[in-house]
């Protein structure tokens, strides 16, 4: 299987501040077909996740371009660029490169 | 806009056949892949499988066996049954299409084992 591990497990931001999160994959999730199939997503509490982004840094529809991902191969970061009460929740990567498709374990994220 | 909901019993006792329903409204079923996708409480998420609208399927090595997942493309519905559950397979079950700008999820529904 196709580890993914994330970094940090758990993030504390001040309001308007940037935010980071860190996914490395144990595989390259690089596709013959070009693609690279990485996703992010926001689940907040009580609630299904939410696609963010797809294809490492393609913004899901609707999500606001405080949002982006970037990365290659095996290591991907997802940048928030200004916290606000909105994005708080638990954010995964999640890879569909590879059966059985894998998930990270999840960074928390919350106003400080 | 594609929407799914999950349906089923929320409560399975142990050792019997978690069975749930997801129904696609708003598009069609055929032609895509369908994943179920379960959450323990307070834990992460762990994907169990998916279904081609054909009937083809891949599942999660990580079940052993215990799951099927199938799809009655008359109905626009996709269908898991997750056998012998204990209380481990108690979880909120999600289901979803997971394709790039095309990724849609239910609002899950908790099944919870009882012994």
Not at chain 1, 35 to 58: A, D, R
Not at chain 1, 65 to 85: P, Q
């Amino acid at each position: 299987d196709i580890v993914m591990t994330q970094t940090p497990l758990s993030l504390s931001v001040t309001p308007g501040q940037p935010a980071s999160i860190s996914c490395k994959s144990s595989q390259s999730l690089l596709h013959s077909d070009g693609k690279t199939y990485l996703y992010w997503y926001l689940q907040k509490p009580g609630q299904p996740p939410q696609v963010l982004i797809y294809e490492v840094s393609n913004r899901f529809s609707g999500v606001p371009d405080n949002f982006s991902g970037s990365g290659s191969g095996t290591d991907f970061t997802l940048k928030i660029s200004r916290v606000e009460a909105e994005v708080v929740g638990v954010y995964y990567c999640m890879q569909t490169l590879q059966f059985p498709y894998t998930f990270g374990q999840g960074t928390k994220l919350e106003i400080k | 806009q594609v929407q799914l909901q999950e349906s089923g019993p929320g409560l399975v006792k142990a050792s019997e056949t978690l069975s749930l329903t997801c129904t696609v409204s708003g598009g069609s079923i055929n032609g895509h892949y369908w994943s179920w996708i379960r959450q323990p409480p307070g834990k992460g998420l762990e994907w169990i499988g998916y279904i081609f609208s054909s009937g083809s399927t891949n599942y999660n090595p990580s079940l052993k066996g215990r799951v099927t997942i199938s799809v009655d493309t008359s109905k626009n519905q996709f269908s898991l049954k997750l056998s012998s559950v204990t209380a481990a397979d108690t979880a909120v079950y999600y289901c979803a299409r997971l394709r790039g700008s095309y990724t849609n999820w239910g609002q899950g529904t908790l099944v919870t084992v009882s012994s």
